[in-house]
């Protein structure tokens, strides 16, 4: 079996591309925990799910279309959007043979962290079989003629019309937004949070001067892990200076941003400590706390900054 150095370019992981398209939101996922019977029949999946999966082909494997099981289901966040982060792992195997053609390490490393759309790009096929699957889920699935990329099916040698199957472990999804409780403030003079349907923010900031100090204001309310700073958060966030009516910078127009607490601006540490994953967070940065005098890009001196912030996730540390 070719091991995931050699096979970097084939699993999709060589250059950070993002699609728009949105999958179903989570408040509407519903998912089938086999798609074809008949054909998921000719595939068995076994072995531990934190290890390479062992996987027993009824061959030649002619799949007619996509297919799909759920060997384990997870009970973690489910992949709702193609620009959501995950961690999986991933094994492939011959439809013709049955033989394995490559895998990522299973080496339980869960900083490797990528869009969805970075494995579409070269198994279109994926964005079907891993639409609503959560984390903690093993999904084999039967990839038709065509649910592999033509260039990446070639380089695993697979002729035009080879099926193969592939075994995808989620280890870890992100948010895509947060899904905290909405909470009440009654905080006066503080900027409005508008959000788009696919939670995408903005911000309304009202006329007339900014608080003097520091001001954070939870808008939604998440029930994951506490930020403790002892590991990176994974943030979507959007930053506006007061008085501005655009934002200088937006993690949405990328991809979220990884932080440390003692990467950023102090105000903008304060505000991530001690909130959980889930939440979205409004605060309005003092010079003081934030760039102080100093300009900063397109952030002239002396500026009051304000920010929203979706907290995703937290980050693994890369294993030595």
Known sequence: MRSYPAALAVLGLVTVGLAGCSLPNSADCSRSAVSDADVMDLIEVTGEADAEPEVDVFTPLRAPHLAFEDVETGEGTAI????????????????????????????????????????????????????????????????????????????????????????????????????????????????????????????????????AELAIQTIKKGDGPEVTGDEPVRVHYTGVVWGEDEPFDSSWESQPASMTLDGVVPGFAQALEGQTVGSQVLVVIPPELGYGDQEQGAIPANSTLVFVIDILGLDAAPQS
């Not at 620009?83 to 492939?92: C, E, G, S």
């Not at 013709?96 to 494995?119: H, K, N």
């Not at 099916?153 to 193969?164: I, N, R």
Request: proline residues 8%; aromatic residues 6%.
């Open 80 to 211: 709702t959007a193609s620009d959501q982060l995950v961690v999986v792992d991933v094994a492939l195997f011959s439809g013709e043979t049955g033989e394995p053609l490559v895998a990522t390490p299973y080496d339980g490393d869960l900083s490797r962290v990528y869009p969805v759309s970075q494995w579409t790009q070269n198994f279109p096929g994926f964005d079907e079989a891993l639409q609503c699957a959560t984390e903690g889920s093993r999904v084999a699935i039967a990839l038709a003629p065509g649910d592999i990329e033509a260039e990446s099916a070639a380089s695993l040698g697979l002729a035009e019309d080879d099926s193969a199957v592939a075994v995808v472990d989620v280890r870890k999804v992100y948010l895509r937004a947060a899904d905290g409780a909405n909470q009440f403030n009654s905080g006066t003079g503080m900027p409005t949070v508008v959000r788009a349907p696919d939670g995408h923010p903005g911000l309304i900031i009202p006329d007339g001067a900014p608080p």
